[in-house]
């Protein structure tokens, strides 16, 4: 990640601390109906990736953070942002950013961008995000997550907002409208990772000057998923992120921070699979976490139907579970995880 | 419950409020391990039934409580107090204070008493409570649960805590050192209701002068479990408490406060039982609560061995499921349900 932009020196102190915790936006967006029942009708095409770029920049001004490049597939843009990842589908967006970003100062001007290029209005969201590292160096409104949901609260009606996990240890946040409305099949495993391997991290330290494609290669990425259209990129001095692109609206997403005092790496993926456990294992395999925070979000729609049952413990040989926890929603259910790696592994 | 004791006016307005909603801490104590790892040992009898009653009548005075009734049976002592319920067994204590009371100023006296008399620590603790109605009535320590947890997290290591439901609305808040160390079967179900059925609530009004055994007989509660010894109580002008005391170390305990516009009924037990469906019906016919919340708490050796096959959801034709959400601890597995009657049911 951009470790430039947003160093914090703690008082009294030469420790420099760069969050890469992400901050999560997921997007759903329909057609407006009017007060006596007929849809307006959608601005053509229907499809939010007819919001210019300049506006997208704009908004992501908003947010503190640029994009660093570009790629599509299908019917799918791709952003690497200076901190994380922007996707924008026909009907879905998905904003991720970390350091200390403040994302949820896209709202207002995404609501605003997809009612007049589209005739959109925003249908269900899902705003997640791990408890920080440093909480404390965050701005103000994401110091605790009660006060980003009471901003939430100010914009949608009928919001939910849960804690998984530990309040007073790792944990994870979620917000979400759960409005049903959803009706493509849709699921979101995300791994998010602390206290990685030392050698592992080394792939991804010293990165000025290197090509991401080496780096995406080496460090066993490229082989994470099958037929994956990568755009890497590698951060000055350290630190790397990818978007991939996979067929059918299906992306893929990873960011490392590979700091030791700070080390953190997200995997997200909306790829359909029956069950999770290989590709897990390949995850865990790759950049063997201390600690890592697993959720696998699904509707009724997804290939494997449950949440609970594609997420197999596979790996309670090397790793302690602290928490698991599974929630059901209106159309969603969620499967939450933590786990420690055993001293011995 | 005994509304005079701390009747709260709001201001500019007439109102007044009585927080129904229970804070509950439930204790378990063993023998403690020297350093040279012999077992300190216990005076006898080793049962938490010697603490002399003014010992726990001064605890209660920092609970800002009092007995107001007393029974027993087998190894089991039950008190009802002038805030909830108190149950003493051999090695398990059970504190459950509604109102403004200050449960956990009850902590450091009971820690102290149990080594004092029984040279006892403590090996467990479930401190829970739904969300409160009026927050800001309480005192300091429970407006917020994060500050209720950084009080414990004073007193134990490495204690959990944990959000069951919408943080932004109705929830149950937890704390618990699942230490794994409770080898008899254990399970405790909850059921707190909110928005009472009027003429339900008729029962538990007016009680001045009533015997309680005519209000626990009209009201359908003596039918509720069967081979139960029930002590209840009836306060002045309204309310309602009972303990009852089943075979085993069982317990069950309810608590009504019957005004229109706070009414609350809380339901506990620990009765061992393979599935609940049938009690949960006769509860929910016998109160026909707007809104509830229900727990159920499990260890591995209890009989219905997981809580979430024990808890099945057959009010669905009249109840909506709001939430539901299941958590594994290491020994302990739980069932959190929300749910709001049909405008219709």
């Not at 843009?77 to 896209?106: D, N």
């Not at 997200?266 to 456990?277: D, G, K, P």
């Not at 959720?295 to 009724?300: A, C, I």
Request: hydrophobic letters at 35%; proline letters at 3%.
């Amino acid at each position: 990640m951009d470790q430039g932009s947003d160093k914090v020196n703690n008082e009294g102190s030469k420790l420099t601390h760069y969050e890469g915790t992400e901050k999560l936006l997921e997007l759903w967006f329909d057609t407006i109906t009017l007060e006596n029942g007929e849809v307006k009708k959608p601005k053509l095409p229907d499809d939010l990736r007819v919001i210019p770029r300049d506006e997208i920049a704009e908004m992501l001004v908003k947010v503190k953070c640029e994009i660093v490049s570009f790629s599509e597939r299908d019917e799918q843009y791709a952003y690497v942002l200076s901190e994380s990842s922007l996707f924008i589908s026909k009907r879905r967006l998905i904003l991720k950013t970390c350091g200390m970003t403040t994302i949820l100062a896209s709202l207002e001007p995404l609501i605003t961008l997809a009612e007049k290029y589209c005739n959109f209005k925003v249908v269900d969201i899902f705003y997640s995000r791990k408890n920080f590292m440093r909480p404390d160096l965050q701005h103000s409104l994401y110091k605790s997550f009660e006060d980003e949901v009471k901003y939430l609260d100010s914009i949608f009606d009928r919001g939910a907002a849960y804690v998984l996990g530990r309040m007073n240890g790792d944990c994870w946040y979620l917000y979400t409208l759960d409005n049903s409305s959803i009706e493509q099949p849709d699921q979101t495993l995300e791994i998010l990772m602390t206290e990685l391997d030392d050698e592992i991290m080394a792939h991804f330290q010293n990165t000025k000057g290197r090509k991401s494609e080496a780096v995406t290669k080496d460090s066993g990425i490229a082989d994470l998923l099958p037929d994956c259209m990568i755009d890497g990129f590698v951060f000055d001095p350290c630190g790397y992120s990818m978007n991939g692109l996979l067929q059918n609206d299906g992306y893929v997403t990873i960011h490392v921070t590979p700091e030791k005092e700070f080390s953190y790496v997200s995997f997200e993926t909306n790829a359909s699979m029956e069950e999770y456990s290989s590709l897990v294992e390949r995850i865990l395999t790759t950049f063997r976490p201390g600690k890592f925070v697993m959720t696998l979000f699904t509707n009724e729609q997804a290939a494997c139907r449950s949440s609970r049952g594609a997420l197999k413990e596979t790996f309670l040989d090397r790793y302690t579970r602290q928490d698991r926890q599974y929630s059901e929603f209106k159309n969603y259910d969620l499967t939450f995880g933590h786990y420690i790696r055993d001293k011995k592994a």
